[in-house]
C-alpha cells in the first residue's frame, strides 16, 4: 500500500466514508474535514507512520488542502528518519 493509499484510508475512515470516494487531488475542505478532523487525522497519521508532523491548526497554511499534500508531508518527515 503506498503513502497516498494509507492516508485515503485514514481520511475516509475520520470522516466515516468509503475510501473509494477519494483520491490524491481530494480537497479536504470540499470533502467535509472541518479542523477538528485535521487534527484528528493528523495523530492517526503519526500513530500510522511513526512519525512527528509539525502542525499548528492556528496556522492557515495549505498544506493539508488535498490528499496528495497530506501524503507529502508524510513522505517528507518519512524521509527524515533514520533508516532502521
Known amino acids: 500500500m503506498t503513502t497516498t493509499e494509507k492516508v485515503i484510508a485514514i481520511v475516509a475512515a475520520q470522516l466515516q466514508r468509503d475510501p473509494a470516494e ?10 467535509g ?8 487525522t493528523v495523530f ?6 511513526g512519525i512527528d508532523i509539525s502542525f499548528n491548526a492556528n496556522d492557515e497554511s495549505d498544506s493539508f ?8 508531508v508524510v ?3 518519512l524521509a ?3 533508516s532502521a
Open 33 to 40: 474535514f472541518e479542523s477538528i478532523d485535521v487534527i484528528e
Open 22 to 31: 477519494f483520491s490524491a487531488d481530494t480537497n479536504l475542505q470540499e470533502a
Open 80 to 82: 527524515k528518519k533514520p
Open 44 to 49: 492517526a497519521l503519526e500513530e500510522e507512520f
Open 75 to 77: 513522505e517528507a518527515e
Open 65 to 72: 488542502a488535498t490528499v496528495r499534500e497530506v501524503a507529502n
